[in-house]
């Protein structure tokens, strides 16, 4: 079982930056590949980035490709997302996930353990 703790959101106005931690525990973090997806109201959730086990490789939606990136420290059990030129669009929950194995993910399908979400709000 791996616990996931979301924090780092908050309002931020277009063209600013936040960075997401997650905070992994009681698990094999180290040993899966991580994610982060988000859900806007009335929409589906969505891939934003993914990051394999040893951060050696990461994938990006095309939406945020540029702006966004994913990090992680297997040390500390963290895995982050640091978030550039946001736009009102990018408004939505923000979800840390750890996959089910070691290799990027970008459907919900292949997760397996989800954290409860941080809300970024970006104003215009």
């Known amino acids: 079982q791996v616990h996931l703790v979301e924090s780092g959101g908050g309002l931020v106005q277009a063209g600013g930056s936040l960075r997401l931690s997650c905070a992994a525990s009681?698990?094999?973090?180290?040993?899966?590949?991580m994610g982060w997806f988000r859900q806007a109201p009335g929409k589906e959730r969505e891939f934003v980035a993914a990051i394999s086990w040893l951060g050696g490789r990461s994938r990006y939606a095309d939406s945020v490709k540029g702006r966004f990136t994913i990090s992680r420290d297997n040390a500390e059990n963290t895995v982050y997302l640091r978030m550039d030129s946001l736009r009102p669009e990018d408004t939505a929950v923000y979800y840390c996930?750890?996959?089910?194995?070691?290799?990027?993910?970008?459907?919900?399908?292949?997760?397996?353990?989800w954290g409860q979400g941080t809300q970024v709000t970006v104003s215009s």
């Open positions: 996930a750890a996959a089910s194995g070691q290799y990027i993910a970008t459907i919900p399908f292949d997760y397996a353990y």
């Open positions: 009681g698990g094999t973090f180290s040993s899966r590949a």
